[in-house]
């Protein structure tokens, strides 16, 4: 009996080995190749996501390199933009005091020209009211002098008596 045991169990093993390289073979023909397929697939899609991320991190980090450079160029120009607007300010105000200060200094020229001239025509207007008055005080003692015949003739002499012969 211990050796149909072993005969039995050695025809059991060898149908198992049969069974099992058959499965293989099936398996081989038939399941292998889209298992291996899938798992090829999935393979290549993980380092494609893997590669795709890793671009996409380059690409995130050149991004922000280049923005870190606009935006430095940005603050750049705008400090330039703000140095030139208070510069141009700066000129502005100046050049608006130097225009002020001439067209003060003109204002003032004018009207020390405007006093002068009114000066010298109001001295011309009172040197000529007063020739006008000393005329006519004048004329009004020559009449009261000239009206009195004794007054006169003292007056001719007086006069003869002034003037020297040469």
């Given at each position: 009996?211990?050796?149909?045991?072993?005969?039995?169990?050695?025809?059991?093993?060898?149908?198992?080995?049969?069974?099992?390289?058959?499965?293989?073979?099936?398996?081989?023909?038939?399941?292998?190749?889209?298992?291996?397929?899938?798992?090829?697939?999935?393979?290549?899609?993980?380092?494609?996501?893997?590669e795709?991320?890793?671009?996409?991190?380059?690409?995130?980090?050149?991004?922000?390199?280049?923005?870190?450079?606009?935006l430095?160029?940005?603050?750049?120009?705008?400090?330039?933009?703000?140095?030139?607007?208070?510069?141009?300010?700066?000129?502005?105000?100046?050049?608006?005091?130097?225009?002020?200060?001439?067209?003060?200094q003109?204002?003032?020229?004018?009207?020390?020209?405007?006093?002068?001239?009114?000066?010298?025509?109001?001295?011309?207007?009172?040197?000529?009211?007063?020739?006008?008055?000393?005329l006519?005080?004048?004329?009004?003692?020559?009449?009261?002098?000239?009206?009195?015949?004794?007054?006169?003739?003292?007056?001719?002499?007086?006069?003869?008596g002034?003037v020297?012969?040469?």
């Amino acid at each position: 009996m211990d050796k149909l045991i072993n005969d039995f169990s050695f025809g059991l093993f060898i149908w198992q080995i049969v069974i099992f390289v058959a499965l293989i073979l099936l398996l081989k023909k038939f399941a292998w190749k889209p298992i291996l397929d899938a798992v090829n697939e999935r393979e290549e899609g993980i380092k494609n996501a893997l590669e795709s991320a890793e671009n996409a991190k380059k690409e995130m980090q050149e991004l922000q390199a280049d923005n870190q450079r606009i935006l430095q160029e940005a603050r750049l120009e705008r400090d330039s933009m703000l140095k030139e607007a208070r510069e141009m300010k700066e000129k502005i105000v100046a050049d608006a005091k130097n225009e002020a200060q001439t067209q003060g200094q003109k204002m003032i020229e004018q009207a020390k020209a405007a006093i002068e001239s009114e000066k010298n025509a109001a001295m011309n207007e009172l040197k000529l009211q007063v020739s006008t008055l000393s005329l006519s005080i004048a004329e009004k003692v020559l009449k009261d002098e000239l009206s009195n015949k004794e007054a006169q003739t003292k007056l001719v002499e007086k006069m003869l008596g002034d003037v020297k012969l040469n």
